[in-house]
């Protein structure tokens, strides 16, 4: 339902400074959002959880990891689709919209999808013979596994920036901000590149989202879509330090798709960036060392994987079921040990281990973690460090990068 | 709705379905995900492939030390062809005299 029970609200009832207030448009009626919010941190507030659906099972689908990494919180934005709503800043009067539904309004009639195919949907042996039932087939689920519709409006041609630092640091979270301003207080012209609008600190000069590393061509690409025109920024550097960091894993629970569940790490992010509190009652569902902890710090309760039989609802998270009982729950909060961020170490040829959580890059004492066209080097969670040990790795591995670079250049 | 537990919501692939490619004798991670789809959606197996490889190894139907990730390839992070051809464009006009 829309603008039906809230899922966060600000912490302070104050209202706002006129100049801190905004009001963007969903599905054409108008929400109060804060300026510098995500588009997802103003829908939770509003209480829109569920944006799309789901590609196979048309299921009911909304945010989940709340930093960029999942897929399922892709709305249309100012007639453009498959935009990330979690890493989008506002702005007035913008303009979002589901996407993947059918109709507009109403019950979606391919909601039936998901309980005509109650087990299994094999599409190697599901309607292939005969030829022609094959077709149609293929025609339908085209249609409906398509992601969004096609913009409005042709995409202007993005401006292209070529850049040549000492080093790229991928990413701007605890360990890449703390290599940055080592290595710009040592002298080197540095780029580090986070991908979240919302998330520029002071060592972040922008919003970019790193797509591709190529080591072939020597090559980090990364675009900006934060601002009035798409620009895709090339970059060329003696070395390349990955601060990827981690992410949660999802935690295999009956209906852990339900919109209204939530990535337990993301969540403590988003209302410590916003210093919004949770508006419903919310279960963090973990191992009792993770969760319990977080559920302290969110004002929530915390449950053990094992002690839950099924997350309930209808489009929504409605209940939980346990062992003991049914218990009422608008919000669930999935923590799982998080697992290094590894896709970019791999594309730029870096080893990875797997070490209980996750896969890990391979990097020798000083922080090296391969070579080619650059010195590639890795700190803090990626690496396999703790969140806590993040920024004194990211200073260490920076110092070693330091030494590194004034060899080479005396060379 | 029908109650299921997912590893991969992008492409929609479920425990069952995964246990279902098992019994067809499939194993490893990147068989797995050559017959689910798993990891093929928008997000490109972040939310999923870590997810897969506790299960498989819960399964016992991989080991902890020779385990390797399926590979990853650009883009990491979702990029318009319109972007992509911006880039080619330039280098084209820088090529010819």
């Known amino acids: 339902m829309f603008g039906a029970d809230p899922l966060l609200r600000a912490r302070d009832t104050a209202p706002l400074a006129a100049e801190r207030r905004l009001t963007i448009l969903y599905d054409d009626r108008p929400i109060a959002a804060t300026r510098d919010d995500t588009v997802t941190a103003a829908l939770l507030r509003a209480g829109v959880v569920a944006t799309s659906r789901s590609l196979k099972y048309r299921r009911p689908r909304g945010p989940f990891c709340l930093q960029g990494d999942c897929g399922t919180c892709l709305v249309r934005i100012d007639g453009v689709p498959n935009r990330r709503a979690c890493t989008t800043a506002v702005r007035e009067g913008m303009r979002v919209e589901p996407q993947n539904r059918v109709l507009s309004g109403g019950p979606d009639p391919t909601a039936l999808v998901d309980r005509m195919f109650a087990s299994n949907l094999d599409h190697h042996h599901f309607m292939v013979r005969p030829k022609l039932v094959n077709r149609v087939m293929q025609e339908v689920a085209r249609n409906l596994a398509g992601l969004g519709t096609l913009p409005d409006r042709p995409a202007a041609p993005a401006r292209c920036e070529e850049h040549h630092p000492d080093v790229v640091v991928i990413g701007g979270g605890r360990s890449g901000r703390a290599a940055a301003s080592r290595l710009r207080a040592a002298g080197l012209d540095v780029a580090c590149l986070e991908r979240r609008e919302h998330d520029l600190g002071t060592a972040v000069a922008h919003a970019h989202a790193v797509f591709g590393v190529y080591p072939a061509e020597g090559l980090v690409a990364a675009m900006d879509t934060a601002g009035d025109g798409d620009v895709l920024r090339t970059y060329r550097a003696a070395h390349v330090l990955l601060a990827t960091g981690a992410r949660e894993v999802m935690t295999p629970l009956r209906n852990n798709d339900l919109p209204g569940v939530l990535a337990a790490r993301g969540l403590a992010e988003l209302l410590a960036r916003t210093g919004d509190v949770l508006a419903c009652p919310t279960v963090v569902i973990g191992p009792p060392s993770l969760a319990r902890p977080l559920a302290a710090t969110l004002g929530a309760d915390a449950l053990a994987p094992d002690e839950v039989r099924a997350i309930l609802g209808g489009g929504r998270v409605e209940a939980i079921a346990t062992s003991s009982g049914k218990r009422e729950a608008g919000c669930v909060a999935l923590a799982s040990p998080a697992a290094p961020a590894s896709e970019l170490a791999r594309q730029a040829g870096a080893q990875v281990q797997w070490n209980g959580d996750g896969f890990a890059v391979v990097r020798d004492a000083d922080g090296r973690c391969g070579a080619g066209p650059w010195t590639l080097w890795a700190c803090g969670e990626v690496a396999g460090t703790t969140a806590q040990d993040a920024a004194d790795d990211g200073e260490r591995v920076a110092a070693a990068i330091v030494a590194a670079h004034r060899q080479g250049t005396i060379r | ?97």
Do not use: N
């Open chain 2, 1 to 97: 709705m029908t109650q299921r537990i997912f590893v991969c919501r992008c492409e929609d692939v479920t425990v069952a379905e995964i246990d279902h490619a098992i019994a067809l004798g499939l194993a490893s991670v990147e068989e797995i995900k050559r017959y689910t789809g798993l990891g093929t959606g928008p997000c490109q197996g972040k939310e999923c492939t870590v997810a897969l490889v506790r299960l498989l190894l819960d399964r016992g139907t991989i080991g902890a030390d020779a385990v390797q990730p399926f590979t990853a390839r650009p883009p990491a992070e979702p990029v318009t062809l319109a972007a992509l051809s911006s880039l080619a464009t330039k280098a084209q006009a820088q090529d010819e005299p």
